[in-house]
T-cell receptor
Framework: DAKTTQPPSMDCAEGRAANLPCNHS???????VYWYRQIHSQGPQYIIH???NNETNEMASLIITEDRKSSTLILPHATLRDTAVYYCIIYSGGGADGLTFGKGTHLIIQP | NAGVTQTPKFRILKIGQSMTLQCTQDMNHNYMYWYRQDPGMGLKLIYY???????DKGEVPNGYNVSRSTTEDFPLRLELAAPSQTSVYFC?????????????FGSGTQLSVL
């Protein structure tokens, strides 16, 4: 699976949109972009995933560039509870082996 | 549904002791996983299972053993605890064939080996 590059940390003001970038320049055509987050000391939580098209659910939006070499996770109205480590993961799916979690981005929402 | 349940939440072991970390899920998921997470790091896969009776090694299996006698349970065994095994351990599960890799995680076991 392709590797990802994320900034180690980011700040965002409460109530503003948080935009978390992820670079995955070696992504293959059949690989999905997944986002998880981990709130302090808890197990990671699934947020969203996509292949080519932009995706939106009740938690976030995922914007994937046309060449698929990068993506952005958007939390539209960040709250203090969104402070967490966010992981961008590339996975082809269909296999049994688990996802590979890097160091992610530590997002800090400022009051 | 309780989801994925891990016990215990905290444990302190002495070097050389053994213990079993328990993990059970009530979602009838085929795939189950054990990860460890060291401070400030991402998660590393220890072992995984695709169903009862079938297990396979992940990235960091040394010093650990697993078994999968039922769909629900996937215990992780430490035979001779070492300080290098001080970590937070997470169990996870997902259903078979789901393209959405929605892993469901337990709340973790914090283990210290002194």
């Amino acid at each position: 699976d392709a590797k990802t590059t994320q900034p180690p940390s980011m700040d965002c003001a409460e109530g503003r949109a948080a935009n978390l970038p992820c670079n995955h320049s070696t992504i293959s055509g059949n690989e999905y972009v997944y986002w998880y987050r981990q709130i302090h000391s808890q197990g990671p939580q699934y947020i969203i995933h996509g292949l080519k098209n932009n995706e939106t659910n009740e938690m976030a939006s995922l914007i994937i560039t046309e060449d698929r070499k990068s993506s952005t996770l958007i939390l539209p109205h960040a709250t203090l509870r969104d402070t967490a480590v966010y992981y961008c993961i590339i996975y082809s799916g269909g296999g049994a082996d688990g996802l590979t979690f890097g160091k992610g981005t530590h997002l800090i929402i400022q009051p | 549904n309780a989801g994925v349940t891990q016990t215990p939440k905290f444990r302190i072991l002495k070097i050389g002791q053994s213990m079993t970390l328990q993990c059970t899920q009530d979602m009838n998921h085929n795939y189950m996983y054990w990860y460890r997470q060291d401070p400030g790091m991402g998660l590393k896969l220890i072992y995984y299972s695709v169903g009862a009776g079938i297990t396979d090694k992940g990235e960091v299996p040394n010093g650990y053993n697993v078994s999968r006698s039922t769909t629900e349970d996937f215990p992780l065994r430490l035979e001779l605890a070492a300080p290098s095994q001080t970590s937070v351990y997470f169990c996870a599960s997902r259903g078979r064939g789901a393209l959405g890799e929605k892993l469901f995680f337990g709340s973790g076991t914090q283990l210290s080996v002194l």
